[in-house]
């Protein structure tokens, strides 16, 4: 009995505490604790701190604790279970396009369509992270371009222009292994970096047919029966038949392609832009040797860019601290977060924030790139942000296509049977 | 929900029944029994159901055999079953052979046997991926230590995990490296308790250490073999961690296994049908060893 009357004794109290707490609430602020999920891409990292230390020095009340998770389909994989087992935390950065419509974002997410830095945000990016009619992200770091990273010595060593046309590349490539280097550079222990033969021609694809995007989502259009689509399955094999590629192509990582660009033992290297970043990490004197074209296509006269957007900052709807959380992101999307980034990484491409600007000495490549960006009609989002069709097994197709172990038009057909699934999966219409 | 419901009431009547002949409580088995139906029976259960299911962790639609459809559809499907099946004969294979000359070596009177004997056991105890990514490294094509060895005596080494001829017979050969040790012990264990009074019978006889072998070991270690065949083609059947480490299926689909199919539809985000195959997967292990089991069994009773 006594124990008893003791515990509520006790508890009674801690209410009152709880209660005086709350009525002086404003006066003695708690301090709040947030989660910032992140992936593990130095760069990531790298611009994440530099940004969350200065919100940290701005609102001493709220503390940002980040912490890191693996990309690619482990990172998939990572956010998805946590998300349905409610443990993603307050504030999580996530892909912006096809894969942040998988992620059911109307049931995880806080809209955040009528914050008010919204319109400082870039139409194009509002597009990529908006279901049903609301918006639910920030973007962070900058937009990327998918095409050839080149070495700009190697081009002015041989005499080289930059190819506008598939035939003007594959001549270059021929001079290229006539001077003894390697023409085009191919990393397949890291199957991610086979994809941008295919996706990185997407700017010449809806050159060519408008309608694809649209058509393919509904079911109507396939990529082994739209020429247009399937050339870049057929490029890729054309490199590989040529005898373009570097010896070691099946077992040369990520890392290793960007070391035989910076040294010049290789010419071309189809990759994102964003490649720029781990360049300067491991050879920052090869920077200003590093150019970037978009993937040549048939008409010198259409040739354009395939853009990525970057990735979107978003609040978990089981967060406790929505208001916290929503300075925070609020932040990240202010022209000063911009200025941080560029700051850690440097300047990697345009930033989505309107006010933002880079600053006027850039690397080459992120000139290059710019260039796209400023001409009107110069650039195009890739498909898997115009679409949120995406077959899980893209990377592994183009890396049997690269190798010669199937061919063009097979590839494309297995890809648009791997697609259904996930068309399916999202209960999309016509599927 | 009606038979979960119903199978506790079942439970009980066989636990009444039982305990007539047992000489423990009923309630001794009561701990074992919900540890087993927590963790095995009823995730068994679940994993049937929502195999039927296009399910996003958080809703669940019913299908009916879609995903079994699917799956069977599934263009590296085919090309996986075939894969399993040729490393799990080939990694048993060569783990019998193996592991049962290496148990005649190190039951045989030779220098620093025991030492000898830990040597074979020691990558046994290596992480299975520390090994993948360790061998990763040694076979790089160009830069890797066996391609170099080699072209130092003037051979140009092939790709092997590169090249799609020798990808899954590289990655069956590195599982024999790491799985023969554990089949060497249990060979050493039947080898060893064979009673002498058979050799010294034979050499009486007149047999030759060949003879021997063949006519006393080879059969007497039956129980060894029926062992190790055993577990090395369940091991075999249902191998993911090397496979994933070293090649991660590749290049293209061409080392994938049913294991690393089913991985990458649960990483592409299809529950239900990464849970269909693996549905097909147990399906499939029991078919195979289930028989397999039963024969080998019975000729041992047989002698």
């Keep these: 009995m006594t124990a008893h009357r003791m515990r509520l004794a006790a508890l009674s109290a801690g209410a009152g505490l709880a209660l005086a707490a709350m009525v002086s609430g404003p006066a003695l602020a708690e301090e709040v604790t947030l989660s910032l999920l992140i992936d593990n891409g130095p760069q990531t990292v790298a611009a994440a701190e530099k940004v969350v230390e200065a919100f940290m020095a701005a609102n ?142 997407f700017f010449n694809v809806q050159a060519a047919v408008p309608t694809f995007a649209e058509d393919y989502t509904a079911n109507k259009a396939k990529f082994a029966t739209t020429p247009a689509a399937l050339k870049g399955f057929e490029h890729q094999a054309d490199v590989f038949k040529a005898g373009y590629l570097n010896k070691d192509f099946g077992a040369a990582t990520f890392d290793d392609g960007l070391r035989m660009l910076a040294s010049g033992e290789g010419a071309h290297y189809p990759m994102l832009t964003f490649a720029l970043g781990a360049i300067q990490t491991a050879n920052p004197d090869a920077v200003k040797d590093i150019g970037f074209f978009a993937l040549p296509g048939d008409d010198a006269a259409k040739n354009g860019l395939t853009a990525w957007m970057p990735p979107g ?119 | 929900m009606t038979s979960l419901a119903a199978s506790p009431a079942i439970g009980a009547d066989r636990v009444r029944r039982r305990a007539v002949r047992t000489v423990y409580p009923n309630w001794f088995y009561l701990p074992a029994a919900v540890i087993y139906a927590v963790l095995f029976l009823f995730p068994t259960v679940a994993s049937l159901f929502f195999s039927l299911t296009r399910w996003t962790l958080s809703e669940a639609t019913f299908i009916g055999l879609d995903n079994f459809r699917q799956f069977f559809r599934e263009p590296f499907l085919i090309q996986g079953l075939v894969n399993t099946l040729i490393y799990a004969v080939v990694t048993s294979g060569l783990k019998v052979v193996l592991g049962l000359l290496l148990g ?161 539809q649960y990483q592409a985000g299809f529950y239900g049908l990464s849970t269909a195959g693996n549905v097909v997967l147990f399906v499939l292990v029991a078919l195979m060893v289930v028989p397999l089991s039963a024969v080998l069994n019975r000729r041992e009773v047989a002698r």
Excluded at chain 1, 169 to 186: C, H, L, R, S
Aim: contains cysteine; aromatic residues 10%.
């Design chain 1, 313 to 431: 900052i978003y609040i978990s709807n089981e967060s406790e601290h929505v208001d916290a959380a929503k300075k925070l992101v609020a932040f990240i999307a202010s022209k000063e977060a911009c200025d941080l980034q560029t700051a850690a990484v440097g300047a990697t491409g345009p930033y989505l924030v309107k006010s933002c600007a880079l600053p006027a000495d850039v690397p080459p490549m992120v000139s290059d790139l710019q260039a796209y960006f400023d001409k009107q009609g110069g650039a195009a989002p890739a498909l898997e942000f115009v679409s949120p069709v995406k077959g899980p097994s893209l990377e592994q197709i183009t890396v049997e296509v690269g190798s010669g172990i199937r061919s063009p038009a097979e590839g494309a057909a297995l890809y648009d049977e791997d697609v259904k699934k996930q068309a399916q999966q999202l209960g999309l219409p016509g599927w």
């Design chain 1, 60 to 201: 001493p009340d709220i503390k940002v604790d980040i912490e890191t998770r693996p990309g690619g389909g482990d990172g998939d994989n990572i956010v998805k279970t946590r998300l349905s087992t409610g443990e993603i935390g307050d504030v999580f950065l996530y892909n912006s396009g096809s894969l942040f419509q998988q992620i059911n974002p109307q049931k995880y997410m806080v809209d955040l369509t009528a914050e008010p830095w919204q319109a400082d945000i870039q139409p194009s990016f509002q597009n990529v992270v908006t279901a049903g009619g609301k918006v639910y992200g920030a973007p962070f770091q900058t937009a990327m371009g998918g095409g050839v990273l080149y070495n700009k010595k190697l081009y002015a060593d041989l005499g080289l222009q930059v190819p506008k046309t598939w035939a003007e590349f594959m001549a270059n490539n021929e001079k290229i292994k006539a001077a003894g280097k390697v023409p085009v550079i191919q990393t397949f222990k890291d199957t991610w970096t086979s994809q941008l033969f295919v996706l990185g021609d």
């Design chain 2, 104 to 264: 005649v070596l190190l039951t045989s009177e030779i220098i620093a046997r025991d030492y000898l004997r830990s040597v074979v056991f020691f990558p046994v105890l290596v992480s299975t991926v520390g090994v993948g990514i360790t061998f990763t490294v040694l076979m790089h094509p160009t830069g890797g230590l066996i391609n170099q060895s080699l072209a130092a005596i003037g051979i140009e080494g092939p790709g092997w995990l590169t090249d799609p001829r020798f990808a899954l017979l590289s990655v069956a050969l590195v599982d024999v490296w790491k799985g023969v040790g554990l089949a060497t012990v249990i060979y050493i264990a039947g080898i060893v308790s064979i009673p002498r009074d058979y050799y010294e019978a034979a050499l009486i006889d007149g047999a030759g250490a060949l003879q021997r072998f063949w006519n006393v070991t080879l059969p007497l270690a039956r129980p060894a073999t029926v062992t190790v065949v055993i577990l090395s083609l369940i091991g075999g059947l249902r191998s993911f961690d090397l496979i994933w480490s070293m090649t991660r299926g590749g290049p293209g689909f061409t080392s994938d296994v049913i294991a690393s199919v089913i991985y990458k």
